[in-house]
């Protein structure tokens, strides 16, 4: 069974401050994608960013960078210059290509509070 | 380019009632995908449609059901409520459903008394 972990339930961060969220998945696919989704108390689930499982480089865009550890299938998000907008419930997710049609499996998601 | 739509927002049943929701994706894409949200089962796959075909299916009762129309618009349908059924139900839309970007809608809050 495919499975996504997020061990903090919990997060909080100072204006400005760096913040890193973790993740571990548990597949024994080889093709795959991962993602990071954010959704802010309106509710509406944002995409953060996205990493190709066969790209070794780590994605990024804008303050969000992923620490991709295919070995260790591990896609931690780091979140730099924290700023207040950036408090929601961020969901880490991933879907196997090819044979898994539009099934995104998601862990219990983090909530990130950021203090100004 | 309008986002995903879903209608309505809002909606209070009792045990037993049926209840349709309904989705329209971003235009152009072809494949829509519906979540089941609640505290404490976190957000889980319900199906998938592609072209008007359902190609993917979660653990969901068979109560639970759904289709697609020509025009990529999607509805899903779940009869005889049951208390448990009380959840925010997302709907996302993608080009192809093979492992490209989902874009999720607002979502259905559904009540069931």
């Known amino acids: 069974a495919q499975t996504v972990t997020q061990s903090q339930p919990e997060m909080s961060v100072q204006e400005a401050e760096t913040v890193t969220l973790s993740c571990t998945y548990d597949t024994s696919e080889n093709n795959y994608y991962l993602f990071w989704y954010k959704q802010p108390p309106s509710r509406q689930m944002i995409l953060v960013i996205r990493q190709e499982a066969y790209k070794q480089q780590n994605a990024t865009e804008n303050r969000f960078s992923v620490n991709f550890q295919k070995a260790a299938k591990s896609f931690s998000l780091k979140i730099s210059d924290s700023q207040l907008g950036d408090t929601a419930m961020y969901f880490c997710a991933f879907m196997i290509r090819s044979t898994s049609y539009g099934k995104l499996t998601f862990g219990q998601g983090t909530i990130l509070t950021v203090h100004p | 380019k309008a986002g995903v739509t879903q209608t309505p927002r809002y909606l209070i049943k009792t045990r037993g009632q049926q209840v349709t929701l309904s989705c329209s994706p971003i235009s152009g894409h072809r494949s829509v995908s519906w979540y089941q949200q609640t505290p404490g089962q976190g957000l889980q796959f319900l199906f998938e449609?592609?072209?008007?075909?359902?190609?993917n299916k979660g653990n969901f009762p068979g109560r639970f059901s759904g289709r697609q129309f020509s025009n990529s618009r999607s509805e899903m349908n779940v009869s005889t409520l049951e208390l448990g059924d009380s959840a925010l139900y997302l709907c996302?839309?993608?080009?192809?459903?093979?492992?490209?970007?989902?874009?999720f809608g607002p979502g259905t809050r559904l009540t069931v008394l």
């Open positions: 996302a839309s993608s080009l192809d459903g093979d492992a490209d970007t989902q874009y």
């Open positions: 449609y592609f072209s008007e075909t359902q190609r």
